[in-house]
């Protein structure tokens, strides 16, 4: 399977102005969602604002990566600075499992003593959140396509707009049948979502820090397509990684037939091409053997024998 390169492609200015504008629209609801949800009791209000609140960090911490992504390699960061984004993201996703743990505890509390909550407040204020949760995921939804570190926050947009039309069907009961246990019932829904949306995306930064193979890439595939190249023998000591979020990369030893040597140069030639036009692995890193004093047992990834794979 192709590695998939067809991400949107948003310019970069652009795209730090549109996170500019969600930061400021993020930290002015939370502020008045704390208020709000302090003057009217609600605990569900308070809960849609930390969740605002983590959203205004993430923001601000994704704006950061996008910023040092973009800086050339050096002699520290030899490839780049392009994975920020991806510890970006880890980040975010861990803030929403806090912020989701806690939201459930403290809605357990008032299950067990629903407080008075002023639902008027409740419904106006979740109103005002709904229209700016809206306008942060529109402003974000293109770009998340392309961006990890993106679609953390788009997700996190799209949960806090989901939390204040709950917010504000919660408001509404409290107002016509003063269902004070709706409130911190609606805390603890939200808080599920929060933690189901987190712990759902969160494998995927996870696996690309941990040097797991790309998700999208059938290894077994590229193994085979090596393996068919005339004058390959065989692979071994195979790695797949990705560099950053869109580049794919292979490191491999390739034994090269007896008798095919002096092909070597357009036998590495063939590979990489194929690796780039039928994978999408355009950085490979190949390592080539005399099929005669190639390695012996050697496994086909990582870097033991075959009977350390046991």
């Known amino acids: 399977?192709?590695?998939?390169h067809g991400h949107a492609h948003i310019d970069p200015k652009s795209g730090d102005r549109r996170v500019s504008v969600a930061i400021w629209a993020n930290a002015l609801l939370t502020v008045a969602q704390i208020v709000g949800g302090i003057l009217s009791g609600s605990l569900a209000l308070i809960a849609d604002a930390l969740h605002n609140f983590s959203d205004m960090a993430s923001l601000v911490i994704a704006f950061a990566a996008r910023k040092i992504a973009r800086r050339p390699a050096d002699e520290r960061m030899t490839f780049g600075y392009g994975r920020i984004e991806i510890v970006a993201a880890l980040i975010n996703y861990t803030t929403l499992i806090?912020?989701?743990?806690?939201?459930?505890?403290?809605?357990?509390?008032?299950?067990?003593?629903?407080?008075?909550?002023a639902g008027w407040t409740v419904v106006i204020l979740g109103g005002v959140a709904l229209a700016v949760d809206t306008l942060t995921a529109l402003l974000t939804y293109s770009m998340q396509k392309g961006s990890v570190n993106i679609r953390a926050l788009f997700l996190h947009n799209l949960s806090d707009a989901l939390a204040s039309v709950a917010v504000i069907i919660g408001g509404a009961l409290i107002i016509l049948y003063d269902m004070r246990w709706v409130d911190p019932a609606i805390t603890i829904g939200i808080a599920l979502y929060i933690l189901y949306l987190a712990f759902t995306e969160i494998g995927g930064p996870i696996r690309?820090?941990?040097l797991g193979s790309p998700p999208d890439i059938d290894n077994g595939a590229v193994v085979d397509a090596v393996?068919?190249?005339?004058?390959v023998a065989d692979i071994h000591h195979a790695h797949f990684w990705q560099m950053q979020e869109h580049a794919a990369a292979l490191d491999t030893h390739v034994v090269i037939e007896t008798?095919?040597?002096?092909?070597l140069e357009d036998i590495k030639d063939e590979i990489?091409?194929?690796l780039e036009s039928q994978?999408?692995?355009?950085?490979?890193t190949l390592?080539?053997?005399r099929q005669e004093r190639a390695h012996q047992n050697a496994s086909l990834y990582g870097h033991g024998g075959k009977e350390d794979a046991g």
């Open 1 to 4: 399977m192709p590695h998939d």
């Open 98 to 117: 806090l912020v989701g743990f806690y939201l459930i505890y403290e809605g357990g509390m008032r299950m067990i003593d629903p407080p008075e909550v």
């Open 208 to 210: 690309t820090l941990m």
């Open 227 to 231: 393996r068919g190249i005339g004058g």
């Open 259 to 263: 008798g095919s040597w002096e092909r």
């Open 272 to 274: 990489k091409r194929m």
């Open 279 to 284: 994978f999408g692995i355009a950085h490979s």
């Open 287 to 289: 390592e080539f053997e």
